[in-house]
């Protein structure tokens, strides 16, 4: 029989590359948070924890032999998962022969 642990499973998504059109978001700052709302409120609905953005390197391909370091934005999520431990079976008993 196990016992349940809390654990955790992650996604990374990339953060919006631009803003969203509103009637009410009049500037690009709000634009863009109008964006950044509704992605995270859409992994809020599928039970995701938002828990930091991050900005991280990439090495890709730049014609046919370059390579290049691309920075990507990216927002990091967390959801909280059963992690079953297994514990140890107790050894049984030798079974006990009589010999009268």
């Known amino acids: 029989m196990g016992i349940s642990e809390p654990g955790f499973e992650y ?3 990339a953060a919006p590359a631009r803003g ?3 009637k009410d978001a009049k500037t690009p700052t709000d634009r863009y948070a109008l964006a950044l709302t509704a992605q995270l409120n859409s992994m809020a609905a599928q039970g995701w924890e938002y828990m930091r ?5 990439s090495e890709e391909r730049s014609g046919l032999t370059g390579r290049t370091t691309v920075y990507h934005n990216v927002l990091v ?3 909280a998962v059963a992690k ?5 079976k107790p050894k049984a008993e030798p079974a006990i022969d009589p010999k009268f």
Not at 53 to 57: G, K, N, R
Not at 84 to 88: D, H, L, R
């Open 53 to 57: 953005a991050d900005v991280l390197p």
């Open 84 to 88: 079953v431990k297994q514990t140890p």
């Open 77 to 79: 999520f967390r959801r």
């Open 11 to 13: 996604s990374v998504v």
């Open 20 to 22: 969203e059109k509103d």
